[in-house]
């Protein structure tokens, strides 16, 4: 019934009757052949968990075609061995432990044996040396890209008892059983986290100067890193902790962690913190939530002025912590500039207003530079008060004029959503008009943490929390360098090779800007 197909000229004599079955049998065939394309398709087109594997058998129902039969004449084609696994591409690329012959060399130098360990043990005769022994190093110049280092290490021998040997030892690395040495963990270090570049473009830059080494092993050296850098990080918070007010914001952040309802692993949102202190100091800290609680567990015995926008957890820091906050006039000004489609005229005023009082910041802060500058004596927090006096006055004028915004319009429009927010917070964003120290915003907070969004939007995601942790150490370390003038690169490397090498334990001077200082110092 399905194959039969009426021809035309007998449809005109067809009762309505048999046209209907006629049409029924059409829809069938119809619905059939779209049956047919759609496996086809999700065969040739689907996802590979849905698409169609054929196996000897029966093929797909409506088809009309049967098992092809294979000829008993020609020879069975037999599958192929299974080749050797792939073995994962390791820093060293043979057995010997010796870097790719492309890389240019370098003399690391000659390392001798310690007097001490000379005379032979058995005789006490004096080893003399017979022979060098060549480690290699692997160093990152900054013109050059990746040199090998050889070091000669002397090998000695007594000239009595011959099988009496002893050589130098190996120089020292700061991962232990790694042969590169911190010149290369900074400059990976700093191409993430100071230049936004993810681990999948270092490694491909690494392989094209001559370097092949894979993401898992970059990982590895990130967190043999954070472990030698820890040490730094609580000392790090206690520095902003006695600044007498810090920027503080946060922003997302995707970690593969366990889900609580399903016990299983998931990429879940999570959160990063990022505190700027007054000296200088920059710290990001992961959190696993966002509660009204979880900026109190972070930062909860600071007992300065906290620069924040207008977020809830910031409250409750408030309430809890009894301590005084700075809100953002950036973020309330910005509110006004969104209303500015629908209510100009009002919208328009603020920011005006806002705009004077931004121009006095900008004339303070020059007269600030100047004095700088000139070795003059520093403008007197009297004479910036003063000035910012005007500008309470103007905030006090745009306060009564929010006031009288609100009763005249919708209560869901943005320019009245603007005025409640001004309204709210004025007491918090007018506090920078009475103290000579406070910023009016919290730009400086916006402009660290657009390195870290810049970054995420390269690499995403972490693959762990361990990760996630190290890399916002990291992120705190080369942050406050760009936020001190600090090259990242030549302060990663001296630090790591400071603690992992030389084994300074004396972490506070460690620190970049105490760093700084005695970089600078004159010797």
Same mark, same amino acid.
């Given at each position: 019934?399905?194959?039969?197909?009426?021809?035309?000229? $007998?449809?005109?004599?067809?009762?309505?009757?048999?046209?209907?079955?006629?049409?029924?049998?059409?829809?069938?065939?119809?619905?059939?052949?779209?049956?047919?394309?759609?496996?086809?398709?999700?065969?040739?087109?689907?996802?590979?968990?849905?698409?169609? @594997?054929?196996?000897?058998?029966?093929?797909?129902?409506?088809?009309?075609?049967?098992?092809?039969?294979?000829?008993?004449?020609?020879?069975?084609?037999?599958? *192929?061995?299974?080749?050797?696994? +792939?073995?994962?591409?390791?820093?060293?690329?043979?057995?010997?432990?010796?870097?790719?012959?492309?890389?240019? +060399?370098?003399?690391?130098?000659?390392?001798?044996?310690?007097?001490?360990?000379?005379?032979?043990?058995?005789?006490?005769?004096?080893?003399?040396?017979?022979?060098?022994?060549? /480690?290699?190093?692997?160093?990152?110049?900054?013109?050059? $890209?990746?040199?090998?280092?050889?070091?000669?290490?002397?090998?000695?021998?007594?000239?009595?008892? #011959?099988?009496?040997?002893?050589?130098?030892?190996?120089?020292?690395?700061?991962?232990?059983?790694?042969?590169?040495? /911190?010149?290369?963990?900074?400059?990976?270090?700093?191409?993430?986290?100071?230049?936004?570049?993810?681990?999948?473009? =270092?490694?491909?830059?690494?392989?094209?100067?001559?370097?092949?080494?894979?993401?898992?092993?970059?990982?590895?050296?990130?967190?043999?890193?954070?472990?030698?850098?820890?040490?730094?990080?609580?000392?790090?918070?206690?520095?902003?902790?006695?600044?007498?007010?810090?920027?503080?914001?946060?922003?997302?952040?995707? @970690?593969?962690?366990?889900?609580?309802?399903?016990?299983?692993?998931? !990429?879940?949102? $999570?959160?990063?913190?990022?505190?700027?202190?007054?000296?200088?100091?920059?710290?990001?800290? &992961? /959190?696993?939530?966002?509660?009204?609680?979880?900026?109190?567990?972070?930062?909860?015995? &600071?007992?300065?002025? =906290?620069?924040?926008?207008?977020?809830?957890? !910031?409250?409750?820091?408030?309430?809890?912590? #009894?301590?005084?906050?700075?809100?953002?006039?950036?973020?309330?000004?910005?509110?006004?500039?969104? $209303?500015?489609?629908?209510?100009?005229?009002?919208?328009?005023?603020?920011?005006?207003?806002?705009?004077?009082? &931004?121009?006095?910041?900008?004339?303070?802060?020059?007269?600030?530079?100047?004095?700088?500058?000139?070795? %003059?004596?520093?403008? /007197?927090?009297?004479?910036?008060?003063? %000035?910012?006096?005007?500008?309470?006055?103007?905030?006090?004028?745009?306060?009564?004029?929010?006031?009288?915004?609100? *009763?005249?319009?919708?209560?869901?429009?943005?320019?009245?959503?603007?005025?409640? !927010?001004?309204?709210?917070?004025?007491?918090?964003?007018?506090?920078?008009?009475?103290?000579?120290?406070?910023?009016?915003?919290?730009?400086?907070?916006?402009?660290?943490?657009?390195?870290?969004?810049?970054?995420?939007?390269?690499?995403?995601?972490?693959?762990?929390?361990?990760?996630?942790?190290?890399?916002?150490?990291?992120?705190? %370390? @080369?942050?406050?360098?760009?936020?001190?003038?600090?090259?990242?690169?030549?302060?990663?490397?001296?630090?790591?090779?400071?603690?992992? =090498?030389?084994?300074?334990?004396?972490?506070?001077?460690?620190?970049?800007?105490?760093?700084?200082?005695?970089?600078?110092?004159?010797?």
């Amino acid at each position: 019934m399905l194959n039969s197909k009426p021809k035309e000229e $007998s449809l005109e004599s067809c009762s309505p009757s048999e046209l209907r079955g006629l049409l029924s049998t059409a829809n069938e065939r119809i619905a059939l052949l779209q049956w047919q394309v759609d496996q086809l398709t999700r065969a040739m087109y689907g996802r590979k968990s849905e698409r169609f @594997v054929p196996t000897p058998g029966p093929t797909l129902p409506g088809f009309g075609e049967t098992e092809i039969k294979r000829d008993a004449s020609q020879p069975e084609v037999s599958k *192929p061995a299974p080749g050797p696994k +792939r073995k994962r591409n390791r820093p060293l690329l043979t057995s010997k432990g010796r870097f790719p012959e492309n890389l240019p +060399r370098e003399d690391g130098g000659k390392i001798e044996v310690a007097e001490s360990e000379r005379p032979c043990p058995d005789c006490g005769t004096t080893r003399v040396p017979f022979s060098e022994e060549i /480690s290699e190093r692997l160093v990152h110049r900054r013109k050059s $890209s990746l040199v090998v280092l050889q070091y000669r290490r002397e090998v000695c021998r007594c000239p009595q008892c #011959k099988d009496s040997v002893i050589k130098s030892p190996a120089p020292k690395s700061p991962i232990p059983g790694v042969q590169v040495e /911190s010149s290369v963990l900074a400059h990976i270090l700093s191409e993430k986290f100071e230049f936004g570049i993810p681990f999948y473009r =270092v490694e491909e830059r690494l392989k094209q100067s001559g370097f092949p080494v894979t993401r898992t092993t970059l990982c590895e050296y990130q967190q043999a890193t954070y472990k030698l850098l820890k040490p730094l990080e609580s000392l790090l918070i206690e520095s902003i902790k006695s600044d007498h007010y810090t920027h503080a914001d946060e922003s997302k952040w995707n @970690v593969h962690r366990n889900d609580r309802k399903s016990g299983k692993k998931r !990429y879940l949102q $999570s959160w990063c913190w990022i505190l700027v202190g007054a000296s200088g100091n920059v710290l990001v800290k &992961y /959190s696993e939530a966002r509660t009204k609680d979880s900026f109190w567990r972070i930062f909860g015995s &600071y007992v300065g002025t =906290v620069i924040c926008d207008g977020e809830d957890h !910031y409250d409750y820091f408030k309430t809890v912590n #009894k301590t005084n906050l700075g809100r953002c006039n950036a973020h309330a000004r910005r509110k006004f500039e969104e $209303s500015l489609q629908v209510d100009k005229t009002n919208a328009a005023i603020f920011l005006r207003g806002y705009g004077a009082i &931004y121009r006095r910041e900008a004339y303070i802060k020059r007269l600030q530079k100047f004095a700088r500058d000139n070795n %003059l004596e520093a403008i /007197s927090p009297e004479k910036i008060i003063s %000035l910012r006096r005007r500008s309470l006055v103007i905030m006090e004028h745009l306060k009564s004029l929010a006031l009288q915004i609100i *009763p005249r319009n919708i209560p869901t429009s943005p320019i009245v959503r603007a005025s409640k !927010y001004f309204i709210r917070y004025f007491d918090e964003l007018s506090r920078f008009c009475t103290s000579p120290f406070l910023p009016i915003d919290n730009n400086t907070a916006e402009r660290m943490i657009r390195k870290f969004v810049i970054g995420r939007k390269a690499w995403m995601f972490s693959s762990s929390e361990e990760g996630a942790h190290a890399s916002a150490l990291l992120y705190s %370390l @080369v942050l406050t360098c760009i936020n001190n003038g600090i090259s990242a690169y030549d302060y990663l490397n001296d630090v790591i090779n400071q603690i992992g =090498v030389q084994g300074n334990t004396n972490y506070a001077e460690l620190l970049p800007l105490a760093w700084k200082a005695k970089s600078v110092a004159p010797q």
